[in-house]
């Protein structure tokens, strides 16, 4: 008996939820008339089409049970008309996202109606105009104001300060270039998120009243000339997990109370004039994954343990002068996959154990002073694509190098043994003044891809042939090269021994805008004619020197021009 009546009402309640997940299927009967006539109001735009008493209520927040319309998610739903009135006759409307849509003109004040609004976004539209002094007529329940990526001009209205409940407060990349109320943020004290970056406000400091933004996550003020020093209760009182305060005019040092941060992710402090070393403490940081210090005036050495205790992803230190060895504690948790320090004064071995770091994809690290060999495996990361390392390295090359990998600029340094053979996509392979011996790879002369190759000041013993894209011939073997379809802009080949026969006839010049080919190189043989075959759009035009048995062709130039 007891199990019936446990089965009857599980029946009951399964009954009474489908009837009411169907009372629910549609916005309720009023509040249907009420969209219809948003939809007019905008012009009925494609993306509303579905709109419609037996269609889908695409973008449409509505109550499960009462069928009352709570949000209008609508981002790029190509809307161009302002906001009409009618969108606050829906009363319950808590929510509003009309991002990337084609919003023009000043604020819609006509919001001020939607007293229940707790979420606003109106980010990536084409908003201009100043900010209405009174913005604190909209709800004042307000939880997340988002207004980026508009055109914004003036003040930041003091009334935004009014906002008590705000958690997110998103008004950076508009054209904002007069005051913000510093103190009024500072009191807004739910914050989570605070973004003024990329906008030209008058220079000042960093408010004092921000220390006051405890619940921080995402602090971004780059790009808005903020002068003076990186506060330390700023740091000190800050639990964020983002930190980007870059592209600013910030001197001074970097607080050493910025390790107290231990949930910070990311610490952005880049193109800025900030001096002295980076604190010891930041080695220390749990959570630190992206670090981008670069184009400072930055000394000392790195510290210690970095990488050792958190998952350092990305490491950006180029253009400052910092000095000593890298940490070999950089790909400890071997997450690293960005290494950015050239144009520093660091020195000594490359670390060896980054040669088991098989995440890295850059290598930047050109004008230092490292000596001794370069991790060999490095070269055969699968994930590997940009490799700079002009500096003082010795060691040679595997015969395979990375199949991804676009870049190499490896010139003057102390590379021996034979190159290696290339990888398909390579786009730039420089390698000038070291001590490579022996042939070129064949497979390097069908690089369909290749901009740059330079290869001067090497031992190399051979023949250079040189295929372009398809082509399938030497040059110079030819009679006549053509060079309609090539994608080479540049090669250099100078100072290196490979001694080839130039073969008499013309070269025939192909519809290239710009095309600059330097083979400043020994060829034998008499110096080729010049094109007849010039075609309307280009000409060729050949710079030979030493014009005796040995020539020089110091430069091959495709220029445009108009014959006619």
Same mark, same amino acid.
């Given at each position: 008996?007891?199990?019936?009546?446990?089965?009857?009402?599980?029946? +009951?309640?399964?009954?009474?939820?489908?009837?009411?997940?169907?009372?629910?299927?549609?916005? !309720?009967?009023?509040?249907?008339?009420? *969209?219809?006539?948003? =939809?007019?109001?905008?012009?009925?735009?494609?993306?509303?089409?579905?709109?419609?008493?037996?269609?889908?209520?695409?973008?449409?927040?509505?109550?499960?049970?009462?069928?009352?319309?709570?949000?209008? &998610?609508?981002?790029?739903?190509?809307?161009?008309?302002?906001?009409?009135?009618?969108?606050?006759?829906?009363?319950?409307?808590?929510?509003?996202?009309?991002?990337?849509?084609?919003?023009?003109?000043?604020?819609?004040?006509?919001?001020?109606?939607? &007293? %229940? @609004?707790?979420? +606003?976004?109106?980010?990536?539209?084409?908003?201009?105009?100043? *900010?209405?002094?009174?913005?604190?007529? @909209?709800?004042?329940?307000?939880?997340?104001?988002?207004?980026?990526?508009?055109?914004?001009?003036?003040?930041?209205?003091?009334?935004?300060?009014?906002?008590?409940?705000?958690?997110? +407060?998103?008004?950076?990349?508009? !054209?904002?270039?007069?005051?913000?109320?510093?103190?009024?943020?500072?009191?807004?004290?739910? @914050?989570?998120?605070?973004? +003024?970056?990329?906008?030209?406000?008058?220079?000042?400091?960093?408010?004092?009243?921000?220390?006051?933004?405890?619940?921080?996550?995402?602090?971004?003020?780059?790009?808005?000339?903020?002068?003076?020093?990186?506060?330390?209760?700023?740091?000190?009182?800050?639990?964020?997990?983002?930190?980007?305060?870059?592209?600013? =005019?910030?001197?001074?040092?970097?607080?050493?109370?910025?390790?107290?941060?231990?949930?910070?992710?990311?610490?952005?402090?880049?193109? #800025?004039?900030?001096?002295?070393?980076?604190?010891?403490?930041?080695?220390?940081?749990?959570?630190?994954?992206?670090?981008?210090?670069?184009? #400072?005036?930055?000394?000392?050495?790195?510290? %210690?343990?970095?990488?050792?205790?958190?998952?350092?992803?990305?490491?950006?230190?180029?253009?400052?002068?910092?000095?000593?060895?890298?940490?070999?504690?950089?790909?400890?948790?071997?997450?690293?996959?960005?290494?950015?320090?050239?144009?520093?004064?660091? &020195?000594?071995?490359?670390?060896?154990?980054?040669?088991?770091?098989?995440?890295?994809?850059?290598?930047?690290?050109?004008?230092?002073?490292?000596?001794?060999?370069?991790?060999?495996?490095?070269?055969?990361?699968?994930?590997?694509?940009?490799?700079?390392?002009?500096?003082?390295?010795?060691?040679?090359?595997?015969?395979?190098?990375?199949? #991804?990998?676009?870049?190499?600029?490896?010139?003057?340094?102390?590379?021996?043994?034979?190159?290696?053979?290339? %990888?398909?996509?390579?786009?730039?392979?420089?390698?000038?003044?070291?001590?490579?011996?022996?042939?070129?790879?064949?497979?390097?002369?069908?690089?369909?891809?290749?901009?740059?190759?330079?290869?001067?000041?090497?031992?190399?013993?051979?023949?250079?042939?040189?295929?372009?894209?398809?082509?399938?011939?030497?040059?110079?073997?030819?009679?006549?090269?053509?060079?309609?379809?090539?994608?080479? *802009?540049?090669?250099?080949?100078?100072?290196?021994?490979?001694?080839?026969?130039?073969?008499?006839?013309?070269?025939?010049?192909?519809?290239?805008?710009?095309?600059?080919?330097? @083979?400043?190189?020994?060829?034998?043989?008499?110096?080729?004619?010049?094109?007849?075959?010039?075609?309307?759009?280009?000409?060729?035009?050949?710079?030979?020197?030493?014009?005796?048995?040995?020539?020089?062709?110091?430069?091959?130039?495709?220029? &445009?021009?108009?014959?006619?």
């Amino acid at each position: 008996m007891v199990v019936y009546s446990i089965l009857i009402l599980f029946l +009951l309640l399964l009954i009474f939820s489908i009837s009411n997940s169907q009372s629910a299927a549609q916005p !309720s009967a009023d509040e249907q008339t009420l *969209l219809l006539a948003i =939809k007019q109001d905008w012009d009925n735009p494609a993306p509303l089409s579905s709109w419609s008493s037996t269609g889908n209520w695409t973008g449409v927040i509505y109550n499960n049970i009462t069928g009352q319309v709570t949000g209008l &998610s609508l981002p790029s739903f190509h809307i161009a008309r302002p906001n009409p009135p009618s969108v606050c006759r829906l009363k319950n409307l808590t929510y509003i996202d009309l991002s990337f849509n084609n919003l023009t003109g000043d604020f819609p004040t006509v919001l001020y109606g939607c &007293s %229940a @609004l707790e979420f +606003l976004d109106l980010s990536n539209n084409q908003l201009s105009g100043k *900010l209405p002094d009174r913005i604190d007529r @909209l709800s004042l329940g307000m939880q997340h104001l988002n207004l980026s990526s508009n055109a914004f001009t003036g003040d930041v209205p003091l009334a935004i300060g009014r906002f008590s409940k705000l958690k997110s +407060l998103v008004l950076d990349t508009n !054209s904002f270039n007069g005051n913000y109320p510093g103190a009024a943020i500072g009191g807004l004290l739910e @914050l989570e998120t605070l973004t +003024l970056a990329k906008n030209p406000f008058e220079p000042g400091p960093v408010p004092k009243e921000f220390g006051n933004l405890t619940k921080l996550k995402l602090l971004w003020l780059s790009c808005m000339n903020m002068t003076g020093t990186i506060p330390d209760d700023l740091s000190a009182h800050t639990a964020g997990l983002e930190l980007d305060l870059s592209m600013n =005019k910030f001197s001074g040092s970097i607080p050493e109370d910025i390790a107290n941060l231990k949930k910070l992710r990311l610490l952005y402090l880049y193109y #800025n004039n900030l001096t002295g070393p980076i604190p010891a403490g930041v080695g220390m940081m749990p959570n630190l994954t992206d670090i981008r210090l670069f184009n #400072n005036k930055l000394s000392g050495p790195l510290p %210690a343990e970095l990488g050792k205790h958190s998952e350092l992803g990305n490491f950006e230190v180029s253009n400052n002068n910092l000095s000593g060895e890298l940490p070999d504690t950089l790909c400890f948790n071997k997450k690293l996959f960005d290494i950015v320090v050239f144009n520093n004064s660091f &020195s000594g071995v490359f670390p060896t154990n980054l040669g088991d770091c098989k995440t890295i994809n850059n290598i930047m690290a050109y004008n230092n002073h490292f000596v001794g060999d370069f991790p060999k495996k490095i070269w055969s990361f699968e994930l590997l694509t940009n490799v700079m390392i002009y500096n003082n390295f010795t060691g040679t090359l595997p015969s395979e190098i990375s199949f #991804n990998i676009l870049r190499i600029e490896m010139g003057n340094n102390r590379f021996s043994g034979a190159l290696p053979s290339a %990888a398909v996509g390579l786009k730039s392979f420089t390698a000038e003044n070291n001590q490579f011996s022996g042939e070129l790879p064949t497979d390097m002369s069908r690089l369909a891809n290749l901009t740059m190759l330079n290869l001067a000041g090497n031992q190399l013993l051979t023949t250079v042939k040189i295929y372009i894209n398809n082509f399938a011939s030497t040059l110079p073997s030819n009679k006549i090269v053509s060079i309609t379809t090539n994608k080479i *802009l540049q090669m250099l080949l100078n100072a290196t021994t490979p001694v080839g026969r130039l073969a008499e006839g013309e070269l025939e010049a192909g519809p290239a805008a710009a095309l600059l080919l330097s @083979l400043i190189n020994f060829f034998t043989g008499q110096r080729p004619k010049q094109s007849t075959g010039v075609t309307r759009s280009s000409v060729l035009v050949l710079l030979a020197v030493k014009f005796t048995h040995v020539h020089v062709l110091e430069q091959m130039a495709l220029v &445009s021009a108009d014959t006619n």
